[in-house]
Nanobody, 125 residues
Framework: QVQLVESGGGLVQAGGSLRLSCAAS????????MGWFRQAPGKEREFVAV????????SYADSVKGRFAISRDNAKNTVYLEMNSLKPEDTAVYYC??????????????????WGQGTQVTVSS
């Protein structure tokens, strides 16, 4: 089992940047594929980015491709989401999640077994 705690959210102007962190407990962090999702008010939780357990493969939602970057440091049990050129439509609660799926790059909520509590990102226009 793994516990996840996000940090780094906040209020930023459009065009600005933020870096989210997700710290994981447990000695098996390196075996999990890690993802970021977000949920805006009144909307479904949606996929943002994923990085495989080995760190060699990443995937992004089209809406953030070229602006966001996911990375991980297995020695620190931490996954990051670097967010640049932020837009008001990026405003949401951002969640990190852990998946044991190995055969593919998981982009669906149901592929993830563990979730953090979320961190709010607000982008003002």
């Amino acid at each position: 089992q793994v516990q996840l705690v996000e940090s780094g959210g906040g209020l930023v102007q459009a065009g600005g940047s933020l870096r989210l962190s997700c710290a994981a407990s447990g000695r098996t962090f390196s075996t999990y594929t890690m993802g970021w999702f977000r949920q805006a008010p009144g909307k479904e939780r949606e996929f943002v980015a994923v990085i495989r357990w080995s760190g060699g493969t990443t995937s992004y939602a089209d809406s953030v491709k070229g602006r966001f970057a996911i990375s991980r440091d297995n020695a620190k049990n931490t996954v990051y989401l670097e967010m640049n050129s932020l837009k008001p439509e990026d405003t949401a609660v951002y969640y990190c999640a852990a998946s044991l799926v190995k055969s593919t790059v998981p982009i669906f909520k149901g592929d993830y077994a563990y979730w953090g509590q979320g961190t709010q990102v607000t982008v003002s226009s």
